[in-house]
């Protein structure tokens, strides 16, 4: 498998033409040996099953696989997992915790901003990312920071009052 | 007793917040691509880099040498298990894998199955396939040209490029109609090819288990009942051995509704290793092979009085099928309902023919958020009215108020045989213009036009047929299009559904529950609803055309009344009466005079598992299949206002203002969830979205770099309305929507710009709007087509 294994200790050593990666997700070290030509989008997925991050176009414009990187929302389908060695990696999995919801899912939830699901995670990374450097967006910040995002079903007018949902929660909460 | 409050349980009329949010906000969703089973095989699939070719060899020896390399398979070992070709759903065949000849670039050639999909893809690399080009054909124009090669020399009695040819309505009324007319007006444009693009590619997991020789394939798919019977067909396998497990879908918008080579290889191959394989779409695989949308050529005349009144419609359609004719349809409509044109008018009467053409394009035609090709017919009609407008010299609206159906016309049957059953038309127009300030734009832009500034409003009234079938008229590979839904009422009053359509985002899971809240009272929250297994739901024709809540929902109102007239006699057995006197509320049933004695239907089911009375059946569960009598009507009135910028040919939506009648809401959150939606894909086509073909049959727009999709950035605010005229024949009074707005949007945009350009001549710009396109038409006061081959720099 050239997905990338989790290893349990730095002290394995690596396969040929491995490169052994140490990189933070979602707050956890993880130590895996990947292939060079592996994607981040799949070390997270398969090697580390991290399945809500999801692939949608394979050319960085559809933006269903961001996921943040030292807080910054990257298109995870056309990183390497070795551009990520030391690195901080935020995936949906990482957003909220398991009894209470980060605001950016609350507000997309109550907001009807999402049918399908499938650009969600993506949608919602990129908006945290923006709340936590604009934490009073405009509408228009709302619009240019997810124009990298795509999605088909509930066409943005919902999404854009999730996130501006989540921002109004957060100030005043 | 105080009544239940219908809103708090969750019942009709709720905006109840979604039950599939919780999962995936948190990313727990479960789309094919995130299901993993043990000892998994990946399959890659190698696809014709040439748009018509002979194949001379393929040499796949390097790649059976890739280490981890499990897999190879060509046209010619599918061909000796009888699997090369496939019927499509509108009784042609589909090559699965190439053997003679690739027809369209992208065509399925050969697939790899290997131990993780990079290395499926080295073993694709690593296949050689030697082609002697053939001329390709692009366009309907040089499909029937005289010397045109013959693309389908696989078929038997093929002598051209027709794939079909039909027609429908009186051709001699439409003669003496014409002969009578004051004005004739005509309209010609091309409705270009649009790929649906959900974000989530299409795939497929084919787990065959060598012991049990059972098939379980999980897959994206829209219908997976009708897939079942498919692959019971074609690989001859046993049905009842058949599993095909539809999970979450990210997006379908009618993509998902046809069988794909992929699945089908993916099979076979399971079958050959008795190992599940996994094959996940790339997007330029699912852009440039599977099902498109649209790509049709329509011309007509429209036969007018000078008073206003259309006294009759002609009507021709060209449509570019590609290599093969693979559009879900019904049976009988080899145009799907494109005959639905104008059906929300009075138009005396009319006659449509049509043709269809093979090209060497990507396969399909598939109802794109639209039910079976109505959505090149409500555009067309709108442009065709519009331009009737301006031949009359008379204003849009009132062009369109006059001849709308009235409220006292139902039922109201069309020259081309649809029953148009109810609608309040002129109210909904009303409604549109005063919102919009129809009157007051009027002046502004007169105004602003004495100051060089181009605005324009366009208007787009339609109503659509939504929700196949009935089964007298509507079948899909002789499958009558009815749906099913079964119910289980638990000891305890909670309850599971299962129903046989499939959603992709439309949000089943919480409506459904809505309307087993509303019939038996139970709260929404109580009831688990499950969709997409073939081994627990009932048969069902699936989700597309808009016939989920039509068809669908209408099943489980009436499984829910099957329930609840069970109830009724548990709650004689309990409250010791006879059953003719037991009276109904929501969720209690009550001794007829005396309200104070009565049994919540909670109380009903535990008596069904512990107190039946002697004889009775325990339990309390039921199933129905659902024939709808008719199609639904809803109806629409879109009105765009836009500004045309002459310098660069770019245009601004101003306002955007919807009014739609879907009948009763079962949930209204939901319902406005799915305008806003189509009204962005609406936006989408007439401003960017498209593919097309330069002139050797590559593909332009095969990835989303070239393949433009409107993001949060340009897509416009829209302003929502609504009319309620109940469906009379729906059991809760409901209609269809999802796919009004991306069926009626387009023609509001593109009218608007037209509008604004009402001074230059210009009659028609073909769809997209590209500002190119736009200032092209007003340096040369000329109208601009968008027929492929285009440019494509």
Known sequence: MSYGRAGTSEVRETRTGERRVTLTVNGERRVVEVEPRL??????????????????????????????LDGEPVKSCTMLAVQADGHEVTTVEGLGTPGELDPVQEGFSREHGLQCGFCTAGMMLTARALLDRVPDPSEEDVRWALSGNLCRCTGYQNIVKAVLWAADQERTS | MTALDEIKIGGLGASRRRVEDARFVRGRGNYTDDIVLPGMLHMEILRSPLAHARITSIDTSRAWEIPGVRLVLTGEMMAQRNLAWMPTLSYDTQAVLATDKVRFQGQEVCVVVADDPYIAKDGCDAIVVEYEPLTPVVNPLQ??????????????????????????????????????????????????????????????????????????????????????????????????????????????????????????????????????????????????????????????????????????????????????????????????????????????????????HYTNKAPGGVAYRCSFRVTEAMFFQERMMQAAAVDLGMDQAEFRRINLLRDDAFPARTPFGFLVDSGQYGKCLRLGLDAI???????????????????????STMTEPLGAGNSREYD???????????????????????????????????TWGQIVAHELGIPAADVIVEEGDTDTAPFGMGTYASRSTPVAGAAISMVARKVRAKARKLAAHLLECSEEDVEWELGRLYVRGAPHRGATIQECAMAAYSNM???????????????????????????????????????????????????????????????????????????????????????????????????????????LHEVVTPCPHHPIGAKGVGECAAVGGPAAFVNAVHDALSDTGVRNIDMPLLPDRVWQALQDGRDVSGMPPVRSD
């Open chain 1, 39 to 68: 994607l981040l989008a799949h070390l997270l997925r398969e090697g580390l099953s991290l399945r809500g991050t999801h692939l949608g176009c394979d050319t960085t414009n559809c933006g269903a696989c961001t996921v943040l």
């Open chain 2, 143 to 356: 499909s029937r040209a005289a010397d045109a090669p013959l693309i389908r020399d696989d078929k038997e009695g093929q002598v051209d490029n027709t794939c079909y040819r039909w027609e429908v309505g009186d051709r001699a009324a439409t003669e003496r109609a014409f002969a009578q007319a004051d004005v004739v007006s005509r309209m010609q444009l091309h409705y270009p090819r649009s790929h649906p693009s959900p974000i989530e590619c299409c795939g497929s997991i084919a787990d065959f288990d060598p012991a049990t020789q059972k098939l379980t394939v999980y897959m994206t798919t829209q219908a997976p009942h009708i897939i079942r019977a498919a692959v019971a067909l074609v690989a001859e396998l046993p049905e009842h051995m058949i599993r095909i497990v539809s999970p979450d879908i990210g997006g379908g918008f009618g993509n998902k509704v046809p069988v794909y080579p992929g699945y089908v290889a993916s099979i076979l191959a399971s079958i050959l290793l008795g190992r599940p394989v996994k094959w996940i779409e790339d997007r330029t695989g699912n852009l440039a092979s599977t099902g498109f949308g649209r790509d049709m050529y329509l011309a007509a005349e429209m036969a007018l009085r000078s008073d206003g009144r259309i006294l009759a419609v002609r009507m021709h359609a060209d449509t570019d099928q590609g290599a093969f004719f693979a559009d879900a349809q019904p049976t009988k409509f080899k145009i799907g309902l494109l005959h639905s044109a104008f059906a929300c008018y009075d138009i005396g009467t009319g006659h449509i023919t049509a043709q269809g």
């Open chain 2, 437 to 459: 300030g129809y009157e007051q734009f009027l002046v502004d832009q007169a105004e602003a036009r004495t100051r060089g500034r181009r605005l324009g409003i366009g208007i």
């Open chain 2, 476 to 510: 899909i590979l002789g499958i009558k299009m009815f749906d099913s839904a079964e119910l289980r009422v638990h000891m305890t009053g909670k309850a599971i559904l299962r129903v046989g359509a499939k959603s992709q985002g439309q949000g089943h899971e919480t």
């Open chain 2, 613 to 719: 009375p002697d004889g009775m059946e325990p339990g309390l569960e039921n199933v129905a299949y659902y024939d709808p009598p008719n199609l639904t009507w809803p109806f629409a009135c879109y009105i765009a206002t836009v500004e045309v910028d002459p310098e660069t040919g770019v245009w601004d939506v101003l306002r955007f203002v919807a009014v739609d009648d879907c009948g009763v809401r079962i949930n209204p959150m939901v319902v406005e969830g799915q305008i806003m939606g189509g009204l962005t894909e609406a936006y989408a086509m007439s401003s960017m979205q498209f593919q097309t073909y330069d002139a050797e049959g590559n593909m332009v727009g095969s990835n989303y770099m070239d393949y433009l999709l409107p993001t949060a950035w340009e897509t416009p605010g829209f302003e």
